[in-house]
């Protein structure tokens, strides 16, 4: 019980290539929709890079010319001498653009998001199918909350990696790659300053992932327990109000919901500072493309087509960077959430029903032979098998003593118990109850 308490609270590498692998099986019979999807973040990455380069070419080459404007530009060739229309075309180019991005961001969505359905259907189908084959003493181990967390709360996890975190990772990558050769090669010493404030947004990086790190490891750890607590004490429901345990039982759940909600509380916190600091870091970078790229436009040596496309392209790389720190928390969540389903599903029945059951032949006869049966062996007891039947200090609990009785074909028998039995049994169920609730708390 206490290590499958403790397993949730590990949370594991952001990235283990032993697990994604196995992950990535799962992917297999949607090959070619995972590879469209691949392809359209490939061009819309592209596609999304382009704007502001086209407003560099409309400032430099149609609305100040005099500044000696790009003759340069891969576009000259297709675009008209006139000012208006050269600046048409220009601005159908940007709608053609952002309509494709949309085209494309749309194939890529849906594609993923049906693909993580479809993983997500299979996953769940084959844990659910392993429970069943699972022997009784495996759910005597592992709460049967605990369990649904995994068929629930780690698949989903896994589809919001499949479906938001690789595919956004990939995207954002490819917008940065891109982003940062296009300024490189327009005017190296302006993406120089842009890139001034990285190392301080890096370090604000750090502590943002630190601090959310463990919220969703004390978040995850919440989520597990209040499943648990919950499976556990509405199925005994019955045995709580026999014994008027609501109060204390309320009491308990109100702790794990406060120690959900502190969690919460924490990571909402990190995300009010990490987002700002990351924005004023950001508006500080643009301020000083402005300062240094105004002076260089003053003196002409820098076109003002190129400034507006730098701060265009300052605003756009900055948020690729939000969204890797956010994405890499999903990761790490996914990974610790398949850690824990494979060793689930990596769990081996200890009895296995055989693939063909024997059949009996003709009627059957059924003999109890001075049967004895106790639920648990208490220390220092021997083996209690006692002619007299009477119970010695020390030894179990026997539920049966020298049982002994036949049962002929064709016949019927019932076991009727007494109200002593009876209340004993049900006290047994209130021990039973209040020791697994003791131990998932």
Known sequence: ???????????????DSRLMKRLLTYLRPYKWQVAVALVAIVFKAGFDVVGPYLTMVAVDKYLVPEQGGRSGSILDSWLSAEPLTGIAQVAGLYVAALAISFFLEFAQTYLMQWTGQKVMFDLRSQIFRHLQQMHVGFYDKNPVGRLVTR?????????????????????????????????????????????????FIFMATMVFRRKVRDSYRRIRVAIARINAYLQEHVSGIVVLQLFSREKRSYEKFEKINATHMEAFKDAIMAHAVYYPVVEILSATAIAAVIWFGGGAVLQQTVTLGVLVAFMQYAQRFFRPIQDLSEKYNILQSAMASSERIFKLLDTKAEIVSPARARTAEGPGRIEFDGVWFAYRQTPGSGDGAKGDGASRPGEPDWVLRDVSFVLEPGRTAA?????????????????????EYRDLS
């Open 151 to 199: 068929v629930t709360t780690d698949v989903d996890a896994l589809n919001e990696m499949f479906t938001a975190g690789v595919v956004s990772i990939f995207e954002d990558i490819f917008v940065l790659a891109g982003i940062l050769i296009i300024m490189l090669r327009m005017e190296w010493w302006l993406a120089l300053i842009t890139f001034a404030v990285l190392p």
């Open 1 to 15: 019980m206490a290590d499958s308490h403790h397993e949730e609270e590990v949370l594991g590498k952001a990235y």
């Open 415 to 435: 076991i009727v118990l007494g109200l002593v039995s009876m209340a004993l049994l049900v006290a047994g169920l209130a021990v039973f109850s209040r020791r």
